[in-house]
């Protein structure tokens, strides 16, 4: 039964590599860029987009930070 219950939704790893090829795809950065960004390898961000490896917690938060900083600079080019 508690298979059951993820069904619906992808594992949290995926939706890391989801989200960390969508900043990166968004934001124009190869994986070195992105790399740069997150004090990392960037071979590590290769394993972590192809699931490989999962990042530490820490660095979720700073990718999460990254994400943040990013909106309010879409809104800050179009306010009157």
């Given amino acids: 039964a508690g298979r059951l219950r993820g069904v619906n939704e992808p594992p949290p790893a995926r939706q890391f590599v989801r989200l960390l090829r969508g900043i990166r795809e968004r934001r124009g950065w190869t994986q070195r860029q992105l790399a740069r960004e ?9 394993r972590w ?3 490989k490896t999962e990042p530490l917690p820490i660095v979720e938060r700073v990718l999460l930070e990254l994400v943040a900083r990013d909106e309010p600079g879409r809104d800050a080019g179009t306010a009157a």
């Fill in 38 to 46: 997150l004090s990392v390898s960037p071979r590590t961000i290769s």
């Fill in 49 to 51: 987009e192809r699931g």
